[in-house]
């Protein structure tokens, strides 16, 4: 059955008698102190009365104030510290508007409004459920994504339970709520909240949560079961008294002291069983039940036995989970006996110690009879599992905040969960853009992707999407993919999806289109870069191509990588233009043993005998792989030559993974020349620009022309390759005003 919250202690006039609310909080945990908890009583509840005029009550009848004490009498049975307490008093206060949270931090402290913002960001999951969809319904993919999602948003364990104790409120809050709004928070709660309780192994919220949602999400079916326990409720009272005491007069003539309580299966579960083992009502054993707690472990076994002694055991109903623990650590003796009057009864025994843990969270129910599935993200587990060992260390040593600090470090996520505008929730990897989205979502849409907004703020093409935010694309009817998005520089894709498709797209253009393209696109990046005087024949000889016009074709479609020709152009004209051309790639001799910071890694081991194949002619930052040759060491190939791709079928044994080593620590001065609009806050939007990039500024010249309204700006930096100064013109590019950024070289 639900749990019946107590009623909080009011005056004669109806408001809360806030010092008997303290002194029941402080009876329950007296390390709390009491001066805090009445200061943020007394901050929600002005705030409160300063908002009676607008929006001062939510969920049919409860206040902002009385909700924010409710949840904090919750927290105080799962023994959380004082600020967890606070933020649980404040918070609904500043999710309706009638604090901010700025004042919560300048009166409580950063910590507390750190826990408010945390519940505020989970907030985000109730906005964006359709209550027409339930798991109910099958959307299973969708449910399993917001689980996800809620999980990633959390780096503090309090917020969790915070936010369970705030939906737990909540739902039983919309008792006499509409139909549609009892359904979606039944929802939400269900599908969301149920299984993050169950995951956190705290037992009695998970299971109100869950009766109080099938309430409205089976009506029929709850009134059903709960017509049947009812029926019953006084013929089983007076029964398990019965059992209760016998048990009790047996135990304490042993010398057993024992705590013995009568467990009331809740309806959930009781349907569950019903539908998963196609039972009737009359075959649930376990609806009448009685659970034993003892001192010492060895008084369990003792226990069983007097159990055993008084009562017929049931065969194949016996569960040791104290000498065999469960997958999750749970302890307890599970036995079924024929009781008096022939009555089916289970009978659970266990320790104190073993009961604190099933019920407050440290190891109850992990993973067993969940209402949520595993999870294929090594993240999620990663985030449950860190999640539990500061319930854990909680349970023994008291400092929550402190240890959630201590077990957050190494706990990074390798997804991002964001929604559509219609509520869907995408996962993504960790680092995609709206282009990346776009893509995820439809082909065409990312094909016609002229624009996107992330929670109503127009933002780039580029802009890295985080977890929790709502992303709207903005599409052109007649729209193209630009050739510009493949470039790695510029940084508008990240997933090997969303790339394919594009160059698919490209693919698909007629040949003339690429040619013209592509030598547009070469030419203006050797520009940008100083590349120039480029034989684009011989380029294309190096790039294992007949001619130019297949280069630029090659280009054009997306065969061809950019950054590879750029680098084979970089090569090309290094003999030619003598110290004048950096040597920001070294080159590298065949055959040699490498050694060194930029040797080649076989299987991750370096300073081994490799050669560059003449064939292929890869150059660092190729996708490389090696060939075992007889005699003369290991033969580094191109991934996509048609000579290795030959071999490798003829000799898979003899094709082993490669990769390039580190970069080279040597860095190179490099000229480089802006020209833009001129603009307040130019020059320190171009700096900050190098800052992210970690360029070192060896020179600035910055000239003005008031004639034209524009600024020349010329800096010496120092990279460490050609790849770096692709990426700082390209992120240059892209400042607002900026008319051309590139390469300057001396005359």
Sequence with gaps: MVQVRAQQPVNTD??????????????????????????????????????????????????????????????????????????????????????????????????????????????????????????????????????????????????????LAERTCAIRAVKNAPDEKRYRVAREVFDIYAPLAHRLGIGHIKWELED??????????????????HERRLDRERYINQVMQQLRDELTATGIEADISGRAKHIYSIWRKMQRKGLEFSQIYDVRAVRVLVPEVRDCYTALGIVHTLWRHIPKEFDD???????????SLHTAVIGPEGKVLEVQIRTQGMHEEAELGVCAHWLYKGTDVKSGSSHYEEKIAWLRQVLEWHEELGDIGGLAEQLRVDIEPDRVYVFTPDGHAIDLPNGATPLDFAYRVHTEIGHNCRGAKVNGRIVPLNYSLQTGEQVEIITGKHGAPSRDWLNPNLGYVSTSRARAKIIHWFKLQARDQ????????????????????????????????????????ALGAGDLRLAHVVNAAQQLLEPERGFDQLELLPRRHAPTRVGGADEIQILGVGNLLTQMAGCCQPVPGDAIVGYITQGRGVSIHRQDCPSVLQLGEREPQRIIQVSWGQAPAKTYPVDIQIRAYDRSGLLRDVTQVLLNEKINVLAVNTQSDKSDNTANMRLTIEIPGMAALGRLLARIAQLPNIIEAKRSRAS
């Design 14 to 163: 109806g408001s809360i008698n806030l010092e008997a609310w303290l002194d029941h909080i402080l009876s329950v945990d007296p390390a709390l102190e009491r001066d805090s908890l009445r200061k943020a009583c007394e901050f929600a509840l002005e705030a409160e009365r300063q908002a009676i005029d607008t929006q001062h009550i939510w969920a049919e009848g409860m206040s902002s104030f009385r909700t924010g004490l409710e949840i904090a009498e919750i927290l105080a049975d799962l023994k959380l510290d004082q600020e967890s307490l606070v933020a649980a008093v404040l918070y609904r206060a500043v999710r309706e508007g009638k604090a901010e949270l700025e004042a919560v931090a300048r009166q409580f402290g950063a910590q507390v409004a750190k826990l408010v913002e945390g519940v505020l960001r989970m907030a985000a999951i109730s906005a964006s459920l359709n209550p027409r969809e339930s798991l109910v319904l099958g959307s299973q993919a969708q449910v399993d994504n917001l689980r996800k999602m809620l999980v990633a948003m959390i780096d503090d364990v309090r917020v969790a339970l915070i936010k």
């Design 212 to 229: 109080l949602s099938f309430r409205y999400l089976q009506p029929e079916q709850y009134k059903q079961i709960a017509k049947l326990l």
């Design 321 to 331: 989970y104290i000498a065999n623990p469960k997958e999750n650590g749970y302890r």
């Design 514 to 553: 690429n040619v013209i393209a592509g030598k547009n696109y070469l030419e203006r990046e050797l520009n940008r870069l100083a590349l120039q005087g480029v034989d684009f024949d011989r380029l294309a000889e190096k790039c294992n191509l007949k001619n130019a016009e297949d280069l630029f074709a």
